[in-house]
């Protein structure tokens, strides 16, 4: 039986509001949405007084609303990389003799690796199985197969209590209930990235306009998530500091800009309307040093995890960040020394990279989401018993 949801996720750039229909088998429909734009976040900070996120919020509702023709009273929240951490878990289940493992044996390792407590301050929204060992063959479907001992590897996305507490404020401001919070981080690697890909480890980058996340994804779960202060958006700073120009300007600006090859001169419409054109020398030495700085900073992040990278591991990257601007893809690639493949979220609407996080919230709502339970002594608030057994798969 279909049912109808809405998730709110909040970029760094732009709220977004979906509503969809889906059961749990397949992808759900997109009935509407509403995006709108504000000042964000950074390092765990709103850059925008309540007011103005406030009617961000109630703006992008709305406009889902009048978009899907549902009115909304019960929401998930997306909590964004900046406010979440990942924590592991692994334990191991002797069988006593060596025999085939049995589906019993299965839930009970993975029990005993999902009960658990994070060590550091937050609530835990995601409990997750990244592999299963049986002796020493790794696999995502340890049953069946002989051995003497099982192991699991449980990841845990656990959430910033304060921004728990601040979403159920504004909420209640807007008489919507809050269903659950999910982790749009999770959602997107989980839509992006095929399972048979996640069995071995895959890289996923989301560069967006004031953060970039960087994400190994193993399994059904993220094994690492690093947030970086560096997004599209660095760009067009620049590019309005060094040459004097609005941001607006410098928005059109970097969108109009090609890596590798272009036009000798590139022009914008100042705020007069009139025509301004820069030789094109001018904001390739601009934009493509702060490219490269972004591009090395993230290969550091992904050569610390080489231990978990195979030679058959996958890179993906997606956003708004940079992808969007030609050549953004083969320059990060050529930087990194990694290809990156750049996927589209497979949705009519909203089919953007700069959307995909909100594309991957949704579908976790429906596909990805077991039962989990906040309890008020883990918030030490009044968050009460949000997360149960809401839309499995």
Known sequence: ??????????????????????????????????????????????????EEVEQAILKSVREAELSSGKEIKEIYVGVPGDFIHLEQNEVTLELNNERRVTAEDVDDVMNLAL????????????????????????????????????????S?????????EDMQARMEQQD????????????????????????????LVDIGYLSTEVMLVQGDALISHKVLPMGGGD?????????????????????????GIGQDQLSVQDPDGQTVSFPRETVLAVIE?????????????????????????????????????????ETISSVVERTFRAPTPPAVKLNSPAYSSAIGLLELVYESVSQMEVKPSESGSKIGNFFKAFFTK
């Open 115 to 154: 009960d658990y407590q994070p060590k550091q301050e937050g609530v835990i929204i995601h409990r997750s199985p990244a592999w299963f060992t049986v002796d020493d063959r790794r696999t995502m479907e340890p049953a069946g197969l002989k051995g003497s001992q099982v192991r699991c590897m449980a």
């Open 235 to 259: 760009l067009a700073a620049n590019l309005a500091m060094e040459l004097e120009i609005t941001m607006d300007m410098a928005e059109e600006l970097k969108r109009k800009y090609t890596f």
């Open 1 to 50: 039986m279909k049912s109808m949801a809405a998730a709110i996720e909040f970029g760094t750039s732009k709220i977004v509001t979906v509503v969809g229909e889906g059961s749990g088998d397949g992808p759900a429909q997109l009935l509407g949405f509403g995006v709108v734009p504000y000042d964000g976040y950074s390092e765990g900070h709103w850059n925008a007084s309540d």
């Open 176 to 203: 919507i209930h809050i269903n659950g919070y999910l982790s749009p981080a999770l959602g997107e690697a989980l839509l992006l990235v095929p399972p048979e890909e996640r069995d071995k480890v895959a890289v």
């Open 156 to 164: 845990f996305v656990v959430a910033d209590p304060t921004f728990l």
């Open 289 to 329: 040093p702060r490219v490269t700085e972004l591009a090395d900073r993230v290969r550091e992040i992904i050569e610390a995890q080489a231990d978990r990278i195979s030679a058959r591991s996958t890179f993906y990257i997606t956003g708004g960040g940079l992808i969007l601007m030609r050549g953004g893809r």
